[in-house]
């Protein structure tokens, strides 16, 4: 199995728990996908969105047998419609983030991330902590740049797994990025879904 | 002709084009602006300072003798990456294209913190670095738009040596 299907399975079993939380959080039913799990270099990050877009950032260290971060990407209007339903508020009200909306998506950060940290630390046997979240709320180029350059001198990969949010008939997306060392979970991996 | 610095690129030029960099966060976009010859440069700078080299010892050496450095070619410096080596870069091209360095104007832009939680402050590092070196160069420094915790994208004309912010909200 390459890199990118063992990555695949990965978000397959991730996406199934994130659903579940999800759907417990909003009190309704939402189908969560991770639609595409690819590593890049870390320098080739930027062009996923428009630098100058505006998206909310969520930033969670990680640390324990991995040192890195996680960051969740999503859209301004992704951001603002997850608020309406988080918040319970009409569809399409959300204009401005509250502190009770940044509250929110800080949550939704921490149930997409930590599921599929979870799943990753299950398959790889090792012990994988995530910190409180930091948010931002700017143009993408931004909020990536700031997290390339902390990590530019000791992660050379990062794995982009692309969200789906399915609340039929809407489809949002958002993206999942990790920052660690990728080498370590590939060989990690291989060994232990190769048995 | 519009000529887009991305993170770590440095653009020097003496026609009427314009320099333009996006989504500048925590990193430092240097200008340097020659009004009489009508140079311009900009470098987009992430890191204050280049680390020392990483260097390997042999073990097996008593005396542990230091090798040879060893660099990771991927991250082999961009002429602009650092912001100390940007601005000697810079005045080396601009003075090659006829600049003298009394004329030169200096303005910088970026050095945010996009993210509270974040135990250093690179931006403001980067921020202070540029200060130092480009008063050590004695290039003046005649505009700034830097910190807080806001994305900003610049347009740099070399035609007029104006300097536009945009910040999106």
Known sequence: MNTKNKFQEVSKLAAVNTSEALSKLIDRVVSIEFSSAEVKKVENLSPIINPEEITAGIYLPITGDIKGAALLIFPKETAFTLCDLLVKREPGTTRKLSELDISALKEVGNILSGNYLAVLSNMMKIKIIEHIPSFSFDMFGAIISQIITKFAQKVEEALVVEIEFIFKPTILKGYLLMLFEIEKIKKTLGLTISK | ?169
Request: aromatic fraction near 6%.
């Open chain 2, 1 to 169: 002709m519009d000529i887009e610095v991305k993170m770590g690129d440095l653009v020097v030029k003496k026609n009427p084009d314009n320099l333009i960099a996006s989504g500048i966060g925590s990193c430092l976009v240097i200008t340097l602006y020659d009004p009489k010859l009508k140079i311009g440069a900009m470098a987009h700078s992430m890191l204050p300072t280049r680390p020392p080299s990483r260097t390997v010892r042999d073990a097996s050496n008593p005396i542990r003798k230091k090798k040879k450095a060893i660099r990771n070619p991927q991250y082999e410096v961009q002429a602009g990456k650092y912001v100390d080596g940007a601005i000697g870069e810079m005045l080396k091209r601009m003075e090659f294209l006829g600049a003298k360095r009394e004329d030169l104007e200096g303005k910088l832009t970026g050095g945010a913190n996009m993210f509270a939680g974040f135990a250093s402050d690179i931006g403001k590092e980067n921020f202070i670095r540029a200060k130092e070196k480009l008063k050590k160069e004695g290039i003046k420094i005649v505009g700034e738009s830097i910190g807080g915790s806001i994305g900003r994208s610049i347009e740099f004309s070399i035609a007029s040596g104006i300097l536009t912010v945009k910040v999106k909200f």
